[in-house]
T-cell receptor
Framework: GAVVSQHPSRVICKSGTSVKIECRSLDFQATTMFWYRQFPKKSLMLMATSNEGSKATYEQGVEKDKFLINHASLTLSTLTVTSAHPEDSSFYIC??????????????FGDGTRLSIL | KNQVEQSPQSLIILEGKNCTLQCNYTVSPFSNLRWYKQDTGRGPVSLTI?????NTKSNGRYTATLDADTKQSSLHITASQLSDSASYIC?????????????FGRGTSLIVHP
């Protein structure tokens, strides 16, 4: 159980395009979802935390107008990279947790989205 | 500043051998520590979780230890298999009360050769 599906797995698009990435919890309700970014050979960097029905909390240095997060239901969160540029090329990973603010509940990760901006 | 340092950065071993990965952290307040396995191009998968009071936790051939006094953890892999080739990430959860933020190490890249 506790499967998180992320779509698409890979996207290549032109500079200036907006890209939407979906993260779905398939067999559980995810009160909290996280979005991460990972550069090659680097650790995952938390971008934002979103609780269902409320605005996302962005980490310092992450532009909220650039990376739009919507967590409208308990099974779906979306990340939209607006007007993407080559420097936005990265591996984006989402994770979901069943309950809010319960530290021992594990995060279940999606398989990531490889975004390449030409 | 909360930090999680992992060593070695990369490791190559022969199939069947044992290995130990290290994780040192300087986070406060400490909540829990997890080890994840991340295959190339995939999301991380949780291997073990330990809270402050736990010293060791096993999951099959994986055994994690935690020394909360020295703020060190290790992940021991026994009788390695080719499928163990992956990045192993140490994640320390920081926080109390209503907010818990995970702090990720950079990972150790393990390659198991036949």
């Amino acid at each position: 159980g506790a499967v998180v599906s992320q779509h698409p797995s890979r996207v290549i698009c032109k500079s200036g395009t907006s890209v939407k990435i979906e993260c779905r919890s398939l067999d559980f309700q995810a009160t909290t979802m996280f979005w991460y970014r990972q550069f090659p050979k680097k650790s995952l960097m938390l971008m934002a935390t979103s609780n269902e029905g409320s605005k996302a909390t962005y980490e310092q240095g992450v532009e909220k107008d650039k990376f739009l997060i919507n967590h409208a239901s308990l099974t779906l969160s979306t990340l939209t990279v607006t007007s993407a540029h080559p420097e936005d090329s990265s591996f984006y990973i989402c994770s979901a947790r069943k309950t809010k603010n319960r530290e021992h509940q594990p995060q279940h990760f999606g398989d990531g989205t490889r975004l390449s901006i030409l | 500043k909360n930090q999680v340092e992992q060593s070695p950065q990369s490791l190559i071993i022969l199939e069947g051998k044992n290995c130990t990965l290290q994780c040192n952290y300087t986070v406060s307040p400490f909540s829990n520590l997890r080890w994840y396995k991340q295959d190339t191009g995939r999301g991380p998968v949780s291997l073990t979780i330990m809270t402050f009071s736990e010293n060791t936790k096993s999951n099959g051939r994986y055994t994690a230890t935690l020394d909360a006094d020295t703020k060190q953890s290790s992940l021991h892999i026994t009788a390695s298999q080719l499928s163990d080739s992956a990045s192993y990430i140490c994640v320390v959860s920081v926080g109390t009360g209503g907010s818990y933020i995970p702090t990720f190490g950079r990972g150790t890249s393990l390659i198991v050769h036949p």
